[in-house]
T-cell receptor, first 116, second 112 residues
Framework: AQTVTQSQPEMSVQEAETVTLSCTYD???????LFWYKQPPSRQMILVIR??????QNATENRFSVNFQKAAKSFSLKISDSQLGDTAMYFC?????????????FGKGITLSVRP | DVKVTQSSRYLVKRTGEKVFLECVQD?????MFWYRQDPGLGLRLIYF???????EKGDIPEGYSVSREKKERFSLILESASTNQTSMYLC???????????FGQGTRLTVV
Protein backbone atom coordinates (compact mmCIF):
# COMPACT_ATOMS: atom_id res chain seq x y z
CA ALA A 1 0.00 0.00 0.00
CA GLN A 2 1.08 3.51 -0.69
CA THR A 3 1.36 6.21 1.95
CA VAL A 4 1.78 9.94 1.57
CA THR A 5 3.16 12.06 4.40
CA GLN A 6 2.85 15.79 4.82
CA SER A 7 4.48 16.49 8.14
CA GLN A 8 3.87 20.24 8.36
CA PRO A 9 0.25 21.01 9.28
CA GLU A 10 0.54 24.76 8.75
CA MET A 11 2.79 27.30 7.11
CA SER A 12 2.73 31.03 6.66
CA VAL A 13 4.46 33.21 4.08
CA GLN A 14 4.66 36.89 3.30
CA GLU A 15 3.10 38.02 0.07
CA ALA A 16 5.59 38.02 -2.83
CA GLU A 17 7.97 35.64 -1.07
CA THR A 18 8.72 32.00 -1.89
CA VAL A 19 7.50 29.03 0.13
CA THR A 20 8.15 25.31 -0.13
CA LEU A 21 5.68 22.66 0.97
CA SER A 22 7.08 19.24 1.77
CA CYS A 23 5.76 15.81 0.88
CA THR A 24 7.22 12.33 1.14
CA TYR A 25 5.70 9.08 0.04
CA ASP A 26 6.29 5.40 0.32
CA UNK A 27 5.72 2.90 -2.47
CA UNK A 28 7.20 -0.18 -4.04
CA UNK A 29 5.97 0.89 -7.47
CA UNK A 30 8.41 2.16 -10.06
CA UNK A 31 5.94 3.97 -12.28
CA UNK A 32 3.46 6.40 -10.79
CA UNK A 33 2.15 9.93 -10.79
CA LEU A 34 2.39 12.56 -8.10
CA PHE A 35 0.06 15.51 -7.74
CA TRP A 36 -0.40 18.66 -5.73
CA TYR A 37 -3.98 19.79 -5.24
CA LYS A 38 -5.14 23.09 -3.81
CA GLN A 39 -8.32 23.53 -1.78
CA PRO A 40 -9.18 27.20 -1.16
CA PRO A 41 -11.84 28.28 1.35
CA SER A 42 -14.45 27.76 -1.37
CA ARG A 43 -13.67 24.01 -0.93
CA GLN A 44 -13.22 23.37 -4.66
CA MET A 45 -10.23 21.08 -5.11
CA ILE A 46 -8.07 22.20 -8.00
CA LEU A 47 -5.09 20.49 -9.55
CA VAL A 48 -1.95 22.60 -9.17
CA ILE A 49 0.71 20.43 -10.77
CA ARG A 50 1.50 16.83 -11.67
CA UNK A 51 4.70 14.85 -12.09
CA UNK A 52 5.24 11.54 -13.83
CA UNK A 53 7.81 9.45 -12.00
CA UNK A 54 9.53 8.36 -15.20
CA UNK A 55 10.32 11.96 -16.08
CA UNK A 56 13.53 13.30 -14.61
CA GLN A 57 12.67 16.90 -15.33
CA ASN A 58 10.78 18.66 -12.56
CA ALA A 59 7.32 19.90 -13.51
CA THR A 60 6.67 23.64 -13.63
CA GLU A 61 3.39 25.51 -13.94
CA ASN A 62 3.82 29.29 -13.88
CA ARG A 63 4.71 30.22 -10.27
CA PHE A 64 4.47 26.61 -9.11
CA SER A 65 7.27 24.10 -9.44
CA VAL A 66 8.20 20.82 -7.84
CA ASN A 67 11.38 19.27 -6.57
CA PHE A 68 10.98 15.59 -7.31
CA GLN A 69 13.59 13.31 -5.76
CA LYS A 70 12.63 9.77 -6.74
CA ALA A 71 15.30 7.97 -4.76
CA ALA A 72 14.43 9.89 -1.63
CA LYS A 73 10.70 9.58 -2.37
CA SER A 74 10.27 13.27 -1.89
CA PHE A 75 7.98 15.63 -3.79
CA SER A 76 7.98 19.22 -2.59
CA LEU A 77 6.03 22.13 -4.04
CA LYS A 78 7.61 25.55 -4.43
CA ILE A 79 5.39 28.58 -4.78
CA SER A 80 7.20 31.67 -6.01
CA ASP A 81 5.95 35.24 -5.66
CA SER A 82 3.21 34.15 -3.26
CA GLN A 83 -0.15 35.82 -3.71
CA LEU A 84 -3.06 36.25 -1.33
CA GLY A 85 -5.08 33.91 -3.54
CA ASP A 86 -2.61 31.12 -2.77
CA THR A 87 -4.06 30.90 0.74
CA ALA A 88 -5.52 27.39 0.84
CA MET A 89 -5.01 23.84 1.95
CA TYR A 90 -2.56 21.94 -0.21
CA PHE A 91 -2.67 18.19 -0.61
CA CYS A 92 0.01 15.96 -2.00
CA UNK A 93 -1.32 12.83 -3.73
CA UNK A 94 0.01 9.62 -5.28
CA UNK A 95 -1.42 7.50 -8.06
CA UNK A 96 -0.16 4.20 -9.45
CA UNK A 97 0.36 4.21 -13.17
CA UNK A 98 -0.72 0.68 -13.88
CA UNK A 99 -4.24 -0.44 -14.56
CA UNK A 100 -7.58 1.16 -15.23
CA UNK A 101 -8.61 1.42 -11.61
CA UNK A 102 -6.24 4.17 -10.66
CA UNK A 103 -7.09 6.07 -7.54
CA UNK A 104 -5.46 8.85 -5.61
CA UNK A 105 -3.93 8.43 -2.17
CA PHE A 106 -3.73 11.75 -0.35
CA GLY A 107 -1.59 13.16 2.41
CA LYS A 108 -3.16 14.94 5.36
CA GLY A 109 -2.71 18.35 3.82
CA ILE A 110 -1.05 21.58 4.83
CA THR A 111 -2.75 24.89 5.48
CA LEU A 112 -0.89 27.74 3.81
CA SER A 113 -1.58 31.32 4.81
CA VAL A 114 -0.24 34.19 2.73
CA ARG A 115 0.14 37.38 4.75
CA PRO A 116 -0.37 40.78 3.12
CA ASP B 1 -14.82 22.52 -18.52
CA VAL B 2 -15.29 19.33 -16.59
CA LYS B 3 -18.04 19.64 -14.07
CA VAL B 4 -18.67 17.44 -11.08
CA THR B 5 -21.79 18.43 -9.21
CA GLN B 6 -22.78 17.31 -5.76
CA SER B 7 -26.45 17.62 -4.94
CA SER B 8 -26.07 19.48 -1.65
CA ARG B 9 -23.48 21.82 -0.23
CA TYR B 10 -24.74 21.49 3.33
CA LEU B 11 -26.88 18.76 4.84
CA VAL B 12 -28.15 18.12 8.36
CA LYS B 13 -29.56 14.70 9.18
CA ARG B 14 -30.67 12.85 12.29
CA THR B 15 -29.00 9.80 13.75
CA GLY B 16 -30.41 6.64 12.23
CA GLU B 17 -31.65 8.27 9.04
CA LYS B 18 -30.78 6.84 5.65
CA VAL B 19 -28.82 9.49 3.77
CA PHE B 20 -28.15 9.78 0.06
CA LEU B 21 -25.36 11.95 -1.32
CA GLU B 22 -25.57 12.38 -5.07
CA CYS B 23 -22.84 13.18 -7.53
CA VAL B 24 -23.09 13.81 -11.26
CA GLN B 25 -20.29 14.37 -13.78
CA ASP B 26 -20.67 15.61 -17.33
CA UNK B 27 -17.44 14.44 -18.96
CA UNK B 28 -18.23 10.78 -19.60
CA UNK B 29 -15.56 9.68 -17.14
CA UNK B 30 -15.30 6.00 -16.33
CA UNK B 31 -13.97 6.40 -12.80
CA MET B 32 -15.85 8.01 -9.93
CA PHE B 33 -14.83 8.32 -6.30
CA TRP B 34 -16.19 9.23 -2.89
CA TYR B 35 -13.76 10.68 -0.37
CA ARG B 36 -14.27 11.79 3.18
CA GLN B 37 -12.29 14.80 4.44
CA ASP B 38 -11.66 15.36 8.14
CA PRO B 39 -9.30 17.85 9.81
CA GLY B 40 -5.89 16.33 10.40
CA LEU B 41 -6.76 13.21 8.43
CA GLY B 42 -6.76 14.51 4.88
CA LEU B 43 -8.89 12.77 2.26
CA ARG B 44 -9.71 9.14 2.74
CA LEU B 45 -11.26 7.01 0.03
CA ILE B 46 -14.62 5.46 0.89
CA TYR B 47 -15.59 3.75 -2.37
CA PHE B 48 -14.81 4.05 -6.02
CA UNK B 49 -16.40 2.85 -9.23
CA UNK B 50 -14.67 2.20 -12.55
CA UNK B 51 -17.78 1.36 -14.56
CA UNK B 52 -21.53 1.23 -14.29
CA UNK B 53 -22.61 -1.17 -11.57
CA UNK B 54 -18.96 -1.82 -10.67
CA UNK B 55 -17.57 -0.72 -7.33
CA GLU B 56 -14.62 -1.32 -5.06
CA LYS B 57 -14.13 -0.57 -1.41
CA GLY B 58 -11.69 2.09 -0.47
CA ASP B 59 -9.94 2.55 2.85
CA ILE B 60 -12.98 3.31 5.03
CA PRO B 61 -16.09 1.65 3.57
CA GLU B 62 -17.72 0.68 6.86
CA GLY B 63 -21.14 2.25 7.31
CA TYR B 64 -21.37 3.27 3.66
CA SER B 65 -22.60 1.81 0.42
CA VAL B 66 -22.67 3.16 -3.14
CA SER B 67 -24.73 2.92 -6.26
CA ARG B 68 -23.81 3.55 -9.86
CA GLU B 69 -26.70 2.77 -12.18
CA LYS B 70 -25.69 5.30 -14.83
CA LYS B 71 -22.23 6.31 -15.93
CA GLU B 72 -22.63 9.94 -14.97
CA ARG B 73 -24.08 9.41 -11.49
CA PHE B 74 -22.49 7.99 -8.36
CA SER B 75 -24.39 7.92 -5.11
CA LEU B 76 -23.06 7.48 -1.60
CA ILE B 77 -25.48 5.97 0.89
CA LEU B 78 -25.28 6.10 4.64
CA GLU B 79 -27.54 3.24 5.65
CA SER B 80 -28.05 4.49 9.21
CA ALA B 81 -26.35 7.80 9.82
CA SER B 82 -24.28 8.17 12.96
CA THR B 83 -22.66 11.21 14.54
CA ASN B 84 -19.18 9.93 13.65
CA GLN B 85 -20.14 10.29 10.01
CA THR B 86 -20.32 14.05 10.40
CA SER B 87 -17.76 15.18 7.85
CA MET B 88 -17.04 16.76 4.49
CA TYR B 89 -17.72 14.43 1.57
CA LEU B 90 -16.02 14.96 -1.76
CA CYS B 91 -16.94 13.30 -5.02
CA UNK B 92 -14.48 13.08 -7.90
CA UNK B 93 -14.29 11.63 -11.38
CA UNK B 94 -11.49 10.81 -13.80
CA UNK B 95 -11.00 9.18 -17.20
CA UNK B 96 -9.78 5.60 -17.33
CA UNK B 97 -6.12 5.13 -16.50
CA UNK B 98 -3.81 7.27 -14.40
CA UNK B 99 -5.30 10.71 -14.89
CA UNK B 100 -6.12 13.81 -12.97
CA UNK B 101 -9.26 13.59 -10.85
CA UNK B 102 -11.84 16.37 -10.98
CA PHE B 103 -13.69 17.20 -7.80
CA GLY B 104 -17.11 18.43 -6.83
CA GLN B 105 -17.56 21.29 -4.39
CA GLY B 106 -18.11 19.01 -1.42
CA THR B 107 -21.06 18.27 0.87
CA ARG B 108 -20.69 19.16 4.51
CA LEU B 109 -22.84 16.63 6.34
CA THR B 110 -23.79 17.06 9.97
CA VAL B 111 -25.48 14.19 11.78
CA VAL B 112 -27.26 15.22 14.96
Amino acid sequence: AQTVTQSQPEMSVQEAETVTLSCTYDTSENNYYLFWYKQPPSRQMILVIRQEAYKQQNATENRFSVNFQKAAKSFSLKISDSQLGDTAMYFCAFMKMAGANSKLTFGKGITLSVRP
Amino acid sequence: DVKVTQSSRYLVKRTGEKVFLECVQDMDHENMFWYRQDPGLGLRLIYFSYDVKMKEKGDIPEGYSVSREKKERFSLILESASTNQTSMYLCASSPVGPNEAFFGQGTRLTVV
